[in-house]
């Protein structure tokens, strides 16, 4: 989504992540939460489902949508709604030079650095998210999984290096960032995995039998 927002605006507004942030990503805070989530226990009342079709491909229609038309799109709309709060505040329109030397690119860098904070944050709330795929997280316990939280820890870590150390900060083009300006995307944890918990609770609605008097 930002390189989309991006593209689509001809470069009116700036990139919300740069290159470095995304391999401090993919390579980074990404690497031990997936790990962790491969050891992951198959999730309660699995072996109660019917089978899948001998015709059925590893990744149905149903993945994709959970991936990117809920999850991704909660933590996109989350992730840009910071980047361009953070640019607004600093009097930032459609445009404007963010380039080093501008006026504006020190507040460009904040809202980068929100940008990778965000996603961040919002992978926190996938990797609860994921555990499972209809069961609620409660069912099976948040702390179940110490690998999980270990590789989540780590990440957290992580990125307050990024964020934080002076020597980091010229190579990855982070900022320091506020208490005030972290709260912005604080709750996306939560956010993301809570739209995820409700929309596995409405599949699990829809899969009981239903009952005729």
């Known amino acids: 989504m930002p390189f989309l927002v991006f593209a689509l605006s001809g470069g009116a507004v700036p990139l919300p992540l740069t290159v470095l942030q995304i391999l401090a990503i993919d390579l980074g805070t990404e690497t031990l939460p997936a790990q962790a989530l491969g050891r992951e226990p198959a999730e309660p009342g699995l072996m109660s489902r019917p089978p899948r079709p001998r015709t059925a491909g590893v990744i149905d229609g149903a993945v994709p949508t959970r991936a990117w038309g809920l999850l991704g799109a909660v933590s996109a709309a989350g992730v840009m709604g910071g980047f361009w709060y953070t640019l607004a505040r600093a009097g930032w329109h459609p445009g404007d030079a963010t380039a080093v030397g501008a006026p504006l690119h020190s507040a460009y860098l904040e809202a980068t650095t929100i940008t990778f ?3 961040v944050s919002c992978q926190v709330g996938t990797a609860l998210a994921a555990r499972t ?3 609620s997280l409660f069912t099976i316990g948040v702390v179940s999984n110490l690998r999980l939280l270990g590789g989540i820890g780590f990440e957290l ?4 290096t990024v964020i934080y150390v002076p020597a ?3 190579v990855f083009a982070t900022a320091s960032v506020r208490p005030g300006q972290l709260a912005v995307i604080a709750p996306s944890p939560v956010v993301v995995w809570g739209a995820d918990e409700i929309a596995r609770w409405v599949r699990r609605r829809a899969a009981r039998p239903q009952v005729t008097p």
């Open 157 to 160: 870590v992580l990125t307050a």
């Open 117 to 119: 904070a965000g996603i």
């Open 168 to 170: 980091l900060q010229g």
């Open 133 to 135: 795929d209809r069961a």
